[in-house]
């Protein structure tokens, strides 16, 4: 992984109501780190603030990354601060683009379901298989007009695009009809709050898993249960070992006995804390391995995922 990079805020956009567009260019002019769509850079904010957004822009530009960030009401400072504190001009430490929600790029078609702020990687997406000649569908489901963002952009795209604001329709959308009215091979992409993805989750239920793609905004699961057993962890490179109790993660395990592990979101949202495991079966409490990957036990999120079995042997 290549190193934090410094970037110059070279332009904030107010897109929506309570949507910022970031716009972040090397101070020098140098091209950026590439990225596909769906991948997600780390903004360093001031307070050791760490926060993850998905790049909304066109793949293919190397001279700049945009992100956008939905002002959130409960706000643990994050989108506070992006809203109120940033100007243009500002620098800013940022992590390479990374990607755990990529799309399959033979597909024969995309249906992509957004929620609200969810649209930021789909939009990449979506400019993604224009320039690709892709077949694809959008729905696009939000609370109001007013907080949708990239809707300019969108109508060009005509029926291609199913926008559901809530406010209008008078309730919730329809997801179990729209999904079962798509082809067998098409792949999805769902990125929004919880209660979108677990809809869609359950309706996708008859597609194979491997066609049905999420991007975890919060949690999928609780990082701990009152029945949470204590473990052990070997370290195969160092030679060392330590007991995890019940009430802590392996992460705070290891920084308590002051060793450094890349960490970021600390929730299981982000991938940046995956470790290799050599022995033993994780109890995987994450919201980014797939269920095909979660089976193969190879690698885990040490935030949040815990042990089944006595003694774990991490590549650490
Ligand atoms: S720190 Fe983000 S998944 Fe563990």
Request: glycine share 8%; with cysteine.
């Amino acid at each position: 992984m290549p190193d934090e990079l410094n970037l110059q805020i070279t332009d904030l956009m107010a897109e929506a109501k309570g949507v910022m567009v970031i716009e972040l260019r090397s101070p020098t002019g140098e091209a950026l780190p590439p990225f596909k769509p769906g991948a997600h850079i780390e903004l360093h904010l001031p307070g050791d603030i760490v926060r993850q957004y998905s790049l909304c822009n066109d793949a293919r530009e190397d001279h700049r990354y945009c992100v956008g960030v939905g002002l959130s009401p409960v706000s643990r400072g994050g989108s506070r601060h992006v809203h109120q504190s940033l100007r243009v001009g500002d620098t800013l430490k940022v992590s390479p683009p990374r990607n755990h929600f990529p799309l399959e790029e033979d597909a024969p078609g995309f249906v992509f379901f957004a929620g609200g702020i969810g649209i930021t990687p789909v939009w990449s997406m979506i400019q993604w298989c224009e320039a690709n000649k892709r077949s694809w569908h959008l729905f696009y489901l939000v609370r109001s007009r007013q907080r949708a963002a990239f809707l300019e952009e969108l109508k060009v795209f005509g029926n291609r695009v199913t926008l559901h604001a809530d406010d209008e329709a008078g309730g919730v959308f329809d997801i179990a009809s729209a999904i079962n009215q798509q082809p067998s091979n098409v792949h999805f992409y769902t990125c929004g709050p919880t209660p979108l993805m677990l809809a869609v989750e359950a309706a996708a239920a008859g597609f194979p898993e491997e066609q049905v793609h999420f991007e975890w905004f919060t949690p999928k699961e609780p990082k701990s249960t009152a029945t949470d057993k204590g473990f052990n962890i070997q370290l195969a490179r160092s030679g060392k070992s330590f007991g995890v109790p019940a009430d802590k993660s392996i992460l705070q395990v290891l920084e308590d006995n002051g060793l450094r592990v890349e960490s970021s979101c600390r929730e299981g949202t982000c991938a940046s804390c995956e470790i290799c495991v050599l022995e033993g079966t994780p109890d995987h409490r994450d919201s980014v391995l797939t269920a095909a990957e979660r089976k193969k036990n190879d690698v885990m999120m040490i935030c949040v995922s815990r042990s089944l079995s006595e003694t774990l042997v991490l590549d650490l």
